[in-house]
Every structure is written in structure tokens, then in C-alpha cells.
């Protein structure tokens, strides 16, 4: 028969572990997103936007969403400011490895990177050290052959225009929406494509990071798997279209 005491000190361990096991849950969820077209317009419009309130209904919480500039929202997550950072790319090993955060599980998309550069100039894709190009200055730990950070995507392509630089690397899904909306003063710019990356979210290293992680990590399994990521997320998961080619 069960004593009195041991009855309590049973109910206390359950606690605890209920406690640990719904700790996301019981806590506010932040995640940071930079702002760019098509993504993240603002906190109520676009597709990651979209996406994270998914997440959040799938997760039965409210999720707190903020739109950053990119180099920002990395640093939030560095710092512990937030819980989450979406989208950042998933480089190979040998391309300067993070170490400051955590790489979800699961790709929630795939990104092709694209070099855009003036008409008139060539630029080898296997010398790009030579050459004076920017990419957005949070991806700039990953690209060990670039040297120049920029914040301003229309900035960069209106530097390409003028032949300020060389070139300017960052992801179609971000950059064409300005580049077709302002082609009468970008029409020198032209493309190639760079490389295709794996897309993930990005936690902070803690303890709470790795759990979110692996919540998150099984929802975006799932929702691959019945096919809703691919209805939802397919306006920025897309194969290279060369579309300048008439």
C-alpha cells in the first residue's frame, strides 16, 4: 500500500516532468525574420510570415514575430534575444561552419543563389576572390571568397548597374521582385546562377534552442511529408528559371 509520503513525492516527480516536457509550451516564443520582399513584408504579410503562424497553430501557441534587418535577426539569436531566426541557408562543411547557433533538423525550403552582375563584365564563378562582390553581410562567414557586406539588396543592384562593383550574390526569391520591378533603371543587370543551399531555422544554443529544434523539426516533417510545406512555402521553393533569356 502506498503511504501518504510517497504518494506526495510521486505526484511532485510528475509535475516536474510535466513541467519539463511543456516548457515551450508555457513559455513566449519569439522568432525574428528579416524583412524582404516576398518573405517578410512586414509582421502581418508574407510567406514566412504565413509560415510561422502555422508553426504556431500546429504548436498550439502564440508566437511573437519580429521583422528585422538580416544581420540583425542573426544577431538575436546569437544573443538569446529570441528563440528563432528563419530562413538562413545550410552551407556545406567546408564553407565556414556556424558555430554560434543551432541549424534545425529538418530544410524548410531550398534557395538558389544567384550572381547578378553588369552585362558587360565577366565574372569567373571559380576566381569570384578576384573580384569585388557583395552578398548580405550575414551570409558574408560563409562565402570565404567574398569580402563585402551589404544591407540593401536595390543598394547592391544599383551598384552592379553603375559598375561600382563587380557583383552581387544573395537569393532569387529576394532579389528578382526588385530587379523586375525596377528593370527601366537596373536593365545592364544580368544573372547566373551561383549555388542551391538547404534553408533552415536557426535557434539559439541553449537548452531550450535544442528542444524548440526538435518540436519544430517534427512539424515541418510532417507537414512535408502530407504535402502542405510544398502548397505553402512553393512561391519561394522553386528550380532556377533563367527568365532574362527571351
Not at 540583425?72 to 562543411?93: C, E, G, M, W
Not at 544573395?170 to 528578382?176: C, K, N, V
Amino acid at each position: 500500500m502506498i503511504t501518504n509520503r510517497v504518494f506526495i513525492k510521486f505526484i511532485c516527480l510528475l509535475s516536474v516532468l510535466f513541467y519539463c516536457n511543456t516548457s515551450i509550451a508555457t513559455d513566449i516564443l519569439r522568432v525574428s525574420i528579416p524583412q524582404m520582399p516576398v518573405h517578410a513584408v512586414s509582421k502581418d504579410e508574407g510567406i514566412l510570415v504565413d509560415f510561422v503562424k502555422v508553426l504556431a497553430k500546429k504548436l498550439d501557441q502564440n508566437i511573437e514575430i519580429q521583422i528585422v534587418p538580416f544581420s540583425r535577426s542573426i544577431y538575436y539569436v546569437i544573443t538569446n534575444q529570441v528563440d528563432f531566426h528563419l530562413p538562413f541557408i545550410k552551407p556545406k562543411a567546408e564553407n565556414s561552419p556556424q558555430d554560434n547557433f543551432i541549424y534545425s533538423d529538418e530544410t524548410i525550403f531550398h534557395v538558389n543563389f544567384v550572381l547578378y552582375t553588369h552585362k558587360d563584365r565577366f565574372v569567373d564563378l571559380t576566381k569570384l576572390v578576384n573580384y569585388k562582390i557583395e552578398t548580405d553581410a550575414a551570409h558574408l562567414p560563409f562565402f570565404s571568397e567574398l569580402k563585402m557586406g551589404s544591407s540593401c539588396i536595390l543598394c547592391s543592384l544599383k551598384k552592379v548597374q553603375h559598375k561600382m562593383t563587380d557583383g552581387y550574390i544573395f537569393a532569387d526569391s529576394s532579389t528578382d521582385p526588385l530587379l523586375r520591378e525596377n528593370l527601366p533603371l537596373l536593365a545592364a543587370v544580368k544573372r547566373q546562377l551561383y549555388k542551391k543551399f538547404e534553408v533552415k531555422m536557426v535557434f539559439p544554443k541553449t537548452e531550450k534552442g535544442q528542444s524548440l529544434n526538435k518540436a519544430l523539426s517534427v512539424i515541418v516533417n510532417e507537414m512535408r511529408l502530407s504535402g502542405e510545406l510544398q502548397q505553402l512555402l512553393s512561391s519561394v521553393d522553386f528550380i532556377y528559371n533563367d527568365w532574362q533569356i527571351e
